[in-house]
């Protein structure tokens, strides 16, 4: 089992399913076991959500849709509102924990999600908003603004909203990604990625603008997707060119997943188109 394997385990709602009756397809013996272990992996293909057919768009909301009512994305939301993971840049020092954990961080947390979403409908993954062609939130998910209960102390509530800026702003928010993208060292490419990635939050406005609410928006992981084909992009031609962490900070909590072993996207069994 690999390490992102076992985090799946941190969820407590996946407790309910290991303890239920086992009557569906699957493996029930040994034999089976060896079986699947002969069998190639299932690739999952991330594709821009313009590709993506009217089916493909319904599957994924309503994926969304039963995660949410099952309370797993509150929990989800939870989890990335807690700061105390460190997964954003929050000083000015040049070697903030945060920033260098954005990217690994995400890449795990979005797995996370695209598994869960993928209990639901098996050929789901979540798609990438390229919005650098694409200066509009996705019309078709315009109307897809979900209530979503966060679970806690406060038991708070979220109605996803949006107020999106202009296309301008949203294309000069964007222009300096060809620059970014030109960085020969991870804290530049990172710094200047998330920076792009911290306006287009601020773009969509309202739920996705504020760090306790954003990951209640679905548009959330879209944005996400595209950061992370970003990082996927950049890294080939620069291989040396990792997170600088270490010890515990290389944990990727709340998971049992190191940082080393985000860094090829092949080990998470996706890719992009």
């Not at 034999?31 to 992996?41: F, V």
């Not at 990335?80 to 690994?104: I, N, S, V, W």
């Not at 038991?155 to 990604?177: A, K």
Request: hydrophobic share 40%.
């Amino acid at each position: 089992m690999t390490e992102h394997q076992l985090a799946t385990l941190a969820h407590p709602d996946l407790l309910a399913h290991a303890t239920a009756v086992h009557d569906g397809p699957g493996p029930r013996t040994f034999a089976d076991l060896a079986a699947l272990r002969s069998t190639a992996p299932v690739q999952k293909v991330r594709r821009n959500e313009k590709d993506l057919t009217a089916t493909e768009r319904a599957r994924l909301v309503d994926a969304f849709t039963v995660i949410n009512q099952s309370g797993v994305l509150g929990r989800f939301v939870a989890i990335h509102a807690d700061m105390h993971h460190h997964q954003h840049r929050m000083t000015t020092a040049p070697g903030d924990l945060g920033a260098q954990r954005f990217l690994p961080w995400h890449r795990v947390f979005l797995d996370q999600v695209e598994n869960a979403l993928r209990r639901i409908h098996a050929e789901v993954t979540i798609p990438y908003w390229d919005w650098t062609t694409d200066q509009q939130v996705p019309t078709w998910l315009a109307t897809v603004l979900p209530t979503v209960i966060v679970p806690g102390p406060t038991g708070q509530v979220i109605r996803v909203t949006r107020s999106p800026g202009s296309q301008q702003l949203l294309q000069q928010i964007t222009s300096p990604l060809d620059t970014v993208m030109g960085a020969g060292d991870f804290t530049t490419f990172v710094d200047g990625l998330e920076s792009i990635h911290d306006d287009v939050h601020v773009w969509v406005g309202a739920t996705m603008s504020d760090l306790m609410t954003a990951a209640a928006d679905p548009l959330f992981f879209l944005h996400h997707a595209n950061i992370d084909r970003l990082w996927w992009t950049w890294h080939p031609t620069h291989q040396d060119q990792n997170p600088s962490l270490s010890g515990d900070d290389a944990v990727l909590d709340p998971w049992r997943v190191t940082e080393p072993t985000t860094r090829d996207i092949a080990d998470f069994g996706y890719s992009y188109r």
